[in-house]
């Protein structure tokens, strides 16, 4: 029987980007297709997209809107596309004009903690379905706890590091290792084995292919 490959994921994104979540799960996808020939070693890393978003946050459609420069018939026309392939990938987006966008620095940390206790993954996946799926304030502490509790953590245990300002030191040295050292400028970014690197949410094949690649030596 054939053991199967080592497959080393750095994954770099932000809570708030929609596009983290389809790359999320095209990968996610791509590996259920993949098993028993690799093994994914998941490492999850923060980019905060707005790091200076004042707490109460911002509608989304008008910060992307002034953000980007972009017309409001154009950010309903990106929404319909993510909700789309999100459904595909059996991820559901609320969405709306109504959605907001928060700052995201509590959740790094959060996630921080969570890597270390393994539990990173879960977290990243409970983050998105709170903010994408229901909705719900990413600057509302208990938010943030109920989603640790939901990703197996324990709930008092995720509380103090909120309250307590915990591993910003570390979240914000590891944004400036990823953006100064290995120029990512946007997300998400997917690097596998610390040398081949993705951008963007890619469909479930294009992950597959590359993986295949990267595992029979051919890139």
């Known amino acids: 029987m054939t053991t199967p490959a080592q497959l080393r994921i750095d994954f770099v994104s932000d809570v708030v980007c929609p596009w983290c979540v389809i790359g999320l799960k095209s990968l996610e996808q791509a590996l259920v297709n993949l098993a028993g020939e690799v093994t994914a070693d998941w490492h999850f890393h923060p980019f905060e997209l707005n790091p200076g978003m004042a707490p109460e946050g911002e509608n989304s459609a008008e910060h992307i809107a002034r953000k980007y420069g972009r017309p409001p018939e154009a950010g309903a026309a990106a929404r319909e596309q993510i909700k789309a392939m999100g459904e595909q990938l059996g991820f559901r987006f609320k969405g709306g004009p109504d959605a907001m966008i928060w700052n995201t620095h509590d959740c790094h940390r959060l996630l921080h903690w969570a890597q270390m206790a393994g539990k990173a993954h879960a977290l ?71 040398k081949y690197a993705i951008m963007g949410g890619q469909p479930p094949a294009t992950f597959e292919k590359v993986i295949r690649r990267i595992v029979a030596g051919e890139v």
């Open 124 to 194: 990243k996946t409970a983050l998105f379905e709170a903010h994408f799926s229901r909705a719900e304030p990413l600057n509302d502490p208990e938010v943030l706890v109920a989603a640790a509790a939901g990703a197996g953590l324990d709930a008092g245990a995720a509380r103090e590091v909120l309250a307590s300002g915990r591993y910003a030191d570390e979240v914000n040295a590891a944004q400036n290792w990823w953006r100064q050292e290995q120029d990512v400028h946007a997300v998400p970014a997917i690097i596998f084995n610390g």
